[in-house]
């Protein structure tokens, strides 16, 4: 079950819908955890999220009128904030960032494909693995992000960011390496 | 598309990130951008104006430099202004900003403006439901006091302080700020000024010292708080004094009751809470129940039931408890038998239906549904097959369907299995 009850959203949403502060505050605070931990993972850090949640949040409730109320709102409001968060990343990708294979090189190179048990990344505390993913290239984070959490396809990623299905998936295999590679001395570290 | 082991475990950590204290840094620039006259081109631009604004003033009236208002630094700030601002506000010390509220500002002759600070009377409030607009009732003999006027209809009034010296300069200096947010205990209430300043520091109850634009103060005591804003401006010093009242928030007083139906399935749970000015809501888990005092109708179990209250200040309050409601219709239906004429478990009944209303009771064959047994009786199975006569055999399953009323006219449907031992 979401965080309201269906008649209380519907009330929420009116209450946006008419600029009511006491609705949008209601919102943005039963909300702001979960979306920032979303904002985090495609951020670089705290202050890029939170800008990207403030961006997200005021299209929200600038854009209020355009939710029907077909699916949950707290739905709604979450693909808001993924698309400012890829929006923020296509912004910065005109910048000159760490490339693909700079950050390959930094972290060590691919990691060969083995057989390992991955259970035990279960251990690993949950602000290191988010430390991790917010340490990948801009390029490899959104597209990790995408697909494992937000469940997009290749060929849906790459329409979303103008890029192919191959590199798609090669930057998907390499985000994946690369965050293997830097929780490896967590990893070592519980393993002994 | 493939999610192998190790996509799904970073998937559930990163899923499990949601315990972020909301910021109420990023809600103000938010609020500021929708609402406010400080979104982030308005902010460019009244900050423009205000500055134009000063200079023209200062210059004209009081034969000085224009002040050193920098737009250019607003635009830079942006978005992160506020996290510039929470920054600011860590670095602030008592010791570098040593300001003694009990001696007069020295100000020069020529430029001083001093504040009444004599009168404490406790305005009259009243505040609409969301808490959108307010009517304050200022204090009456305050020359330049003034009660602040909150959410949203920032004060529009008053908002010059006039030098006290009649003989100065006919002039005004437009310093003034306003407050928005809710006027209760511990919600958080933002200060504002766009005045041009080159430091502006506040106040709050003579202690709190707070530096910037924009501050927010949250009071956890109700009463009459004051809030001092001291602006330096071109190695001037001037402070704008106001008050401003908290309320307390409702704290009612909850009455819950089980009243117990006799061969009903629910039980009746009245809630009542007072005082009755209070406007409440009443819910069970997070699904409202009710406006107003009544009952509710639930079956045995635990349940959560909370109380939110909004008093006449419009203060908001919730209150949780736990009630465990107990007894009601108790039924036992057997889920085997075993139909060998040993005397006993022979026969196959419900126990407990003999207190109900009315009840309807039917044994299907589980292989093709055919209907074995059926009765509106106090009426036991015995494992007869009704249209064969045959016996049931050991192994064998049935599945029972019993509708039942209640004696609250409650309708109720069950079914599982029966076996045969």
């Known amino acids: 079950m979401g965080l309201w009850h269906r008649h209380e959203e519907l009330q929420l949403v009116e209450g946006c819908k008419n600029q009511s502060r006491v609705s949008q505050q209601e919102v943005f605070s039963k909300l702001y955890g979960r979306l920032f931990g979303i904002c985090m993972r495609y951020a670089d850090d705290s202050e890029e999220a939170k800008d990207i949640l403030q961006n997200a949040f005021i299209k929200v409730f600038n854009g209020i009128d355009n939710y029907k109320g077909d699916g949950s709102f707290e739905g709604w409001i979450k693909r808001i904030v993924v698309n400012t968060a890829i929006d923020n990343y296509r912004r910065k990708k005109v910048k000159p960032v760490v490339t693909d294979t700079d950050l390959t090189d930094r972290v060590g190179g691919a990691m060969e494909a083995e057989e390992e048990d991955e259970s035990i990344y279960s251990q690993i505390p949950i602000s290191e693995v988010m430390d991790a993913v917010q340490k990948l290239s801009p390029a490899y984070k959104t597209i990790f992000n995408l697909y494992v959490l937000e469940g997009h396809n290749h060929n849906e990623i790459a329409e979303m960011l103008n890029i192919s299905v191959g590199t798609s998936k090669s930057n998907l295999s390499k985000a994946r390496q690369n965050l293997k590679k830097m929780l490896q001395p967590l990893v070592d570290r519980l393993s002994q | 598309m493939t999610m192998n082991k190790f996509d799904k475990i970073i998937a559930d950590k990163l899923n499990q990130a949601s315990d972020y204290p909301a910021d109420v840094t990023v809600w103000k620039s938010i609020e500021n951008n929708l609402h406010g006259s400080t979104s982030l081109n308005n902010q460019f631009k009244s900050s423009l104006y205000a500055g134009i604004a000063a200079s023209l003033l200062f210059g004209a009236l009081f034969s000085i430099n224009s002040p050193s208002n920098k737009p250019s630094d607003k635009i830079k700030d942006g978005m992160s202004e506020s996290s510039q601002f929470t920054e600011e506000q860590s670095n602030i010390s008592q010791s570098n900003h040593s300001i003694d509220l009990h001696k007069e500002f020295k100000l020069q ?222 039924l036992y239906i057997p889920s085997s038998f075993t139909p060998n004429n040993d005397g006993q478990n022979d026969v196959w009944f419900p126990k407990g239906l003999e207190n109900t209303s009315h009840f309807e009771i039917k044994v299907f064959r589980i292989q093709d549904r055919s209907l074995v047994f059926e009765t509106s009786d106090l009426n036991p199975w015995d494992g007869t097959l009704s249209k064969t006569a045959e016996q049931a055999q050991r192994g064998d399953k049935f599945i029972y369907e019993i509708i039942i009323e209640d004696n609250c006219s409650d309708t109720k449907k069950l079914s599982d299995m029966i076996t045969v031992l």
């Open chain 2, 109 to 330: 002759e020529e430029h001083k403006i001093a504040f009444s600070s004599s009168k404490k009377q406790v305005s009259s409030g009243k505040v609409t439901h969301d808490n959108i607009e307010q009517q304050m009732t200022p204090s009456s003999d305050e020359e330049v006091e003034k009660k602040l006027d909150l959410i949203g209809n920032n004060a529009s009034e008053n908002k010059t302080a006039k030098p006290t010296d009649s003989s100065e300069n006919n002039t005004s200096v437009a310093f003034d700020f306003t407050a928005s947010g809710i006027q209760c205990i511990d919600e958080v209430i933002y200060f504002e000024t766009n005045s041009p300043a080159d430091n502006i520091e506040w106040i709050f109850d003579g202690s709190h010292l707070k530096q910037g634009a924009s501050v927010n103060q949250l009071f956890t005591t109700e009463g009459v708080h004051e809030v001092v804003m001291l602006v330096e401006q071109n190695d001037q010093q001037y402070s704008v004094r106001k008050e401003i009242e908290i309320y307390s928030k409702p704290q009612p007083i909850i009455d819950i009751e089980i009243r117990e139906n006799n061969g009903c399935f629910k039980q009746e749970v009245a809630f009542k809470a007072s005082p009755e000015h209070n406007s409440y809501d009443w819910y069970i888990a997070q699904t409202k129940v009710s406006s107003a005092n009544g009952f509710v109708s639930l079956e045995s179990g635990s349940y959560n039931l909370s109380l939110t209250a909004v008093n006449e200040y419009g203060c908001f309050a919730k209150h949780s408890q736990l009630v465990t409601v107990e007894g009601g219709l108790e």
